[in-house]
C-alpha cells in the first residue's frame, strides 16, 4: 500500500526530488494568524516546521492549546529564542502584535535565515510613519530599507531575493489588489479613490475584548477607526508605487458578524474616455496568469461580484469590476480569506519564492463551502 | 387590580381620551413587513387592527402562521378586498411585493381612507423611473401627484395631511437621513456622493431564494445590484429637493450575514472651508429635535459611530458623522432597523401624524440587545 | 393630541388610577440581566426606576453605557448603597455575580423592601449544596427559609407574599416548567429523567472569557459542566416538591451559536398505561390557564414543537409534548428567552405578584421575529 | 523547480508508484454532499474525477455552479448516464435524494465497478423499515445483501472487499461511533440509551425551504422528527450489531444556526459496579488505533468534551465520555463534520479501503478554524 500521507514525513527531502525541505520557525504560533500557519505548513510538501513558540502556552502541546491538532503532529509550543532559531532554521515567520518584532530582527539575523514578518513593523517605508499611524517609534530605521513587501502580484522578483519580507496587512493586500489594475492604467482620477471594506471579526485576533465578545459583535455591524485605521498608509505606500505618484485615500473597514474573510468594495472617478472594455482589459492583463487572482466574468450572471464565501479557505482574491455610467465611476471589489491571502497563505507564498519552490506550493486547497 | 395589559383592549376609545382609535387594515400581513406592522400595531395604545390579508395562508389563524402570536392575538387571515376594507378602516397599510399596489389604488378609494404603502409603487414622482428601474409600466401615473413621500423628518407636515403615503424603502430611510444635513446647508460637494451601506438578510423577505438560503449566505458577505438598486433613483430624488438640484449618486448595497439592520457608509466631499464644526453644527440644527433621530457623541470614546445593534427593535436612526482631514471628504454613517424605521416602524410614525396621535406613540420601544 | 408615550412619565400615579408606581433599584445594572430588567421596567406602565447601580460605570449615564438607551432614559449608574436604597424604593432587583448577593441581604433589610435576587444565592434551601455546587459556603443560612423560589406557575401564592425572592436560573426555569407536569401527576419514572438544554452565548453573560469570544464559540456547539451544571440542584429541589418525591436527575447543558434563547428537550420513561392522551391532559390542565405558558399544538403541522425564536424578545415559555411508543418515553421540549422568562422578565413577573399589578403588566410584548 | 502542485496531475499513474490512479465519477455533484466530494478528491493524490454529473446545471462548468473551483478544475457538469460511467471508472459516488439510487443500481452494474452510495437506499438490511421510516417500497430488496454498511471502524475488513457499499448517515456515523464502546463491553443497559443531536443547516441539503431560509433558522434551535427521523433504524441496526442484541433507542435531532457540524450527547444507565476506569478503557481499545478518532483527554482541562469547531473541515470524530456518579449515568460526546466524517470523508475512506491506498490518504487534511 503506498504511503499517500499528506503530512510532512520525517525525511527531509521531497520524494522524488533531492533538494532538502524547508525548514521553519513560527514565533506567536498560537494565534489565530500563527495557528494558521501551522496550520497550512503541515499541509507543505516540503516544509518542516521546527519550532513553534508562544508567549502564553509554553511547554504545552500544539494539540493542548488547539485540540484540531490531536494526532495531526508533535509540535509542543517553545521558548521564543530568535538567536538560536535562526541557526536552526531556513525560515522565520514572525505572528507577533504590532511594535514586538521591529527590535529583535538585527541584520546579523537576517544573515543567517530569511524572516517573514506577518505584523506592520517592515511595512512602511518611511519611519515617521509609524509614531503617526503606529504610536511607536521605530527602533530600527535602518532595516526598513532592507525589506521588501510581500504582496507577490506586485513584487515577485524583489521578494524572492529578500532576507526581511513585510507581509501586508489584511485589508491592504485586498485593496491593493483590487485597485492596482486602475492605477498601473491611469484609468482613474487619484483623488478619488474610497476604499470601503469589511472583515470579518478573526481579523481583531484572539486577545480578549469586549467588541469582539460573542454577543457584542453578533447580528450587528460597525465602522471602526474611520479615517484612521493602520492599513491606510500601506494601501497608500503601494498604490502610490504603482500609481507613480502620491495621494491620499479614504478607507473605511467595517466590522460584520462572520468568522473569516474581507470584502473591499472601491470606488474611483474614470478619467474621461475610458470605457469598460478598457477598464476590463486592464484586470484581464494584470491578472489572467496569476495563480491567486481570479476575475468575475461579467457573463457570470449569478455571481457577478466576488463573495467571500468563494475564497474561504483558500488564498485567492476574487475580482469583480463594474462602471456605473451614470456616475462615470468604477466600482471594484475584491474578496479574501483574511487569514490566508491576508496572513499566513500569502507568507506561504512568499517562502515558495525565496526558496524557489512553486509559488502555489501547499496553497491550492480548493475553497471550502458552505464553512 | 388594575389592568395594565398593554394589549389593545376591545373598547375602541382610549383609556382617558375620547377619542375613538384608529382601525386599521394590513394587506399583506405575513411576510416579514406585515408581521412587524402586526406586532408593532398590537402594542400601539390607539389602534385597532380590523384586518389582517394574506395570499398564501388564508383562513388561518396569524398564530398558525406565525406562533410567536398564540396567547396574543385573535386575529385570523383573510382575504384581500380592498374596497370593503376602505370602508370598515381608517388605514390600510399595504405590505405588498412591487408593482403589485399600484393597480389596486384609486381616488375613490383614497376618499374613504388613507393608504401607506410600504412598497415602492408610490414612491418615484417620475413615471418613466418605473419601467427603467422597477421593469414596469405605472399603470396609475396620475396618482404618483397625490403620494407624500413618507419620511417625517422630512416631510413632516405634508405627511400630516396625505391620503396616499408612500412609505420610503428601507435603504433610502436610512441613506437620506445620514446625509440631509449636508445637502441642506450646502456643505458638500453634489457630485462627490458615495453611499457604501449593508443589510441583513431580512432585508430581502421571506420568499424562498437561493441567495437567501442560510448555508449560502451565512458567514459570507457579497455586494449586490452594483449601480443598479431600486432604492437609487428614490435616494436621489429626495436629496435633490433637500440639495434644490438633481444629481446622481453611487449606491452600493451588501448582504451581511445578520437577521436585521441597515448601516449606511456615505462619503463626500467638502466644499472648501467648511470644518469639522460647521458638519456637526449642521447635523444638531437637524436632529436635535427629531425624536427618533439620535447622533452619536464625539465625545463618546467607546461608541464614537452607529452600530446596528444599538438600534435593532426600535424605530431610531442612529447617526455618526466625522472629517477626515486628510482626504478632505466628510463620513456620515447611519445605523437603522430594516424592518422598523425601514418599513413598519416609519409606517406608523405616518400613521400618526396623518390620525393626530403623538409622532412616537406605539414605537418608544427600546432597542433589544443582545439579540 | 393624547399623550400616549409608553415611558414612565414623571407622575407618580398610574393614569387612570389612584395608586401609586412601585419605586425599584437594580442592583448591578449593566451586565446582560441588569440591562434587561432596565429594558424591560422603562416599558413597564407601574413602575419608577429610582437606582440603578453598578461596579463598572459608576457615574456614567446609562446611554454612555449602552447608547441603545440614548433619548430613552436620563438614568445614571450609581453607588451600590443597599441601606441606603431600602428606604427610598419598593422592590430592589440584585443581579450580581454568584456569591455576591448572600452576605449583602439582612433581616433589617427586609424589613424595609422586597428583594427579587436574580442570583442563586438563595435559590437552595439546604445550605450545605453551596459549598458542594457554588464552592463557597453560604454566609446566612437562615435566611434560607425566608426566600420563597420565584416561579410563579409553582409558587403564585408564596411569592405573592414574599419580601425575599429567589429567581430561579435559566436553564432551572424552562427544565422545571417543561417536566412539572408529568411529575404533578406521576406518569413518569423518576429515576429515569434525563434533561438536555441548550443556550445561547448571552447566559454567559458579559465578562470576557475565551470560550465566549466570537472566533471561539461561532459556528460551533459544545457540551459543558456536564453532570455538574450548578442549577442541577435547583431542577431536583422544585422537582422533588412537585412529585413530593427526591430523585436526582441528568442535565447537560450546551452552547449554541446565538444570542438568546434556551431549549430544553427532556426525556422520562412512561409509567405502564400512561397514554399520550394522558400525557395531553396533564399539560392542558397545568398550563391552560397560565399567561406565559404555551402548549405547542399538535395539530399544527408545521411547527409541531417549539422553536426558540418564537418566544425571543417575551416572557413566554413554549411546550411541546410527543409520547414516542417505540421506546415508551416521553419527550418534552420547552423554550425560553434565557434574558426574560429566564431572568429579567420572571423577576418582573415576581414582582408584579408581590406589589398586586396584573401578573402580565409590562410583559406582554409579542416576541420579536426575525430577530 | 520541483512540482508540488497538490491538485491530480494529467498523468494517471501516482508519481513515484506504478499504480494508477482510481477513476472515479459523482453522480449528484452539485448538492452540498456532491460538492464537497469534489472538493476532497481533488486533493486527493490518487484519484482522477472522471465526471460530475447533475440534474440542475449539466453542461455549466463546475466553476460557474460554484465559482470556488474557478481556476481549480475544468469539471464540466455532465448528464447522468450510470452504465456508460461504469464502463469508464472504478468507483461511482452516488450523491442523490433518498429513493432515487435504489432503481438505478443493478448486479451487472456492480460486475463492473464499486458503488459508494451517499444516500440511504442501501444502508438498511431488513427492506420493510423503508416503507415504514422512508415512505418508499425498495424496488430491489435482493441488492440489500450485498451491499456493506461503509462505517471502517466497525466493518473495514468488508468494505475492502465490497462492490455496494452504503455509506452511513451523517448523525448515525456520529452516533455509533459515540456509543459503541459502551456496547461492545456490555458497560451499560441496552434499553436506556438516549442519543440526543445537534446539526448545523448544511445537514438539510440545498434545496429550499422555509425552515433553512436564512431568517427562519438563523439565531433559533429546534428539535425536529422526534422519535421518527430516518437514521434512528440505521443507528438501531448497527448498534445491534455490536450489541449482539436488538433494542430500541431514543432519538432527537435539533437544528442549530451553524453551517456545519454535528454534535450527539448519547445517556445510557451503567451496568452495576462498572467504573469510570472501564468506561475509559473501552473507549481507548476501541479507538486508540483508528486515525479518525480522537478521544478528549479527562486531563485536558479547557476542552473536557469534543467540541464541533475542532473537526470542522475534517474527517475526524471527537469523542468525550463522563460517568455520572449521581445518576449513575455515562454521557458520551461525540462530534464530526456532518458532511466530511458524516457524509463525503467517509465515502472516500471507502473508497481508500475499496482500492486499497493508504485509509488516510486524501484525508489529513486538519481542522480550519475558526471557520
Given at each position: 500500500m503506498p504511503s499517500l500521507n499528506l503530512l510532512p514525513v520525517s525525511n527531509s527531502t521531497i520524494p522524488g526530488s533531492n533538494k532538502s525541505k524547508t525548514k521553519v520557525a513560527i514565533v506567536g504560533a498560537t494565534g489565530y494568524t500563527g495557528q494558521e500557519l501551522v496550520r497550512l505548513l503541515l499541509q507543505h510538501p516540503a516544509v518542516d516546521i521546527q519550532a513553534a513558540t508562544t508567549q502564553s502556552y509554553n511547554g504545552k502541546s500544539y494539540g493542548e492549546v488547539y485540540p484540531s491538532y490531536t494526532k495531526l503532529t508533535q509540535l509542543v509550543c517553545g521558548d521564543e529564542n530568535l538567536d538560536e532559531l535562526a541557526d536552526q532554521v531556513d525560515v522565520i515567520f514572525l505572528a507577533l502584535p504590532h511594535g514586538n518584532a521591529a527590535a529583535k530582527i538585527s541584520e546579523d539575523l537576517l544573515k543567517k535565515c530569511t524572516v517573514i514578518d506577518?505584523?506592520?513593523?517592515?511595512?512602511?517605508?518611511?519611519?515617521?510613519d509609524y509614531p503617526q499611524w503606529y504610536q511607536f517609534d521605530h527602533p530600527q530605521p535602518a532595516l526598513l530599507r532592507h525589506s521588501?513587501?510581500?504582496?507577490p502580484e506586485l513584487n515577485r522578483e524583489k521578494i524572492a531575493g529578500a532576507k526581511l519580507i513585510a507581509n501586508p496587512g489584511c485589508f491592504a493586500t485586498c485593496a491593493i489588489l483590487t485597485l492596482t489594475p486602475l492605477l498601473r492604467n491611469g484609468?482613474?482620477?487619484?483623488?478619488?479613490i474610497i476604499i470601503d471594506a469589511m472583515s470579518g471579526v478573526s481579523g481583531a485576533g484572539r486577545s480578549l475584548t469586549l467588541g469582539t465578545h460573542f454577543n457584542e459583535c453578533n447580528e450587528s455591524v460597525k465602522a471602526y477607526k474611520v479615517g484612521s485605521h493602520r492599513h491606510t498608509p500601506e494601501i497608500e505606500q503601494a498604490l502610490a508605487e504603482v500609481a507613480q505618484s502620491q495621494f491620499p485615500v479614504s478607507f473605511t473597514p467595517h466590522l460584520v458578524p462572520m468568522n473569516r474573510g474581507i470584502l473591499v468594495t472601491a470606488y474611483a472617478s474614470l478619467i474621461n474616455g475610458v470605457s469598460q472594455e478598457d477598464i476590463w482589459n486592464a484586470y484581464k492583463a494584470a491578472y489572467a496568469e496569476e495563480p491567486f487572482v481570479r476575475l468575475c466574468d461579467r457573463a457570470c450572471s449569478d455571481y457577478p461580484y466576488p463573495e467571500t464565501r468563494w475564497v474561504k479557505g483558500s488564498n485567492f482574491c476574487d475580482i469583480g469590476v463594474t462602471v456605473d455610467q451614470r456616475t462615470n465611476r468604477v466600482v471594484a471589489i475584491g474578496a479574501i480569506d483574511n487569514l490566508i491571502k491576508g496572513a499566513a497563505g500569502q507568507a506561504i507564498q512568499n517562502m515558495n519564492l525565496v526558496c524557489s519552490w512553486e509559488e502555489t506550493a501547499g496553497l491550492m486547497q480548493p475553497p471550502i463551502f458552505p464553512a
Open positions: 506577518l505584523g506592520a513593523d517592515f511595512r512602511l517605508k518611511n519611519h515617521e521588501v513587501y510581500g504582496l484609468l482613474v482620477k487619484l483623488d478619488s
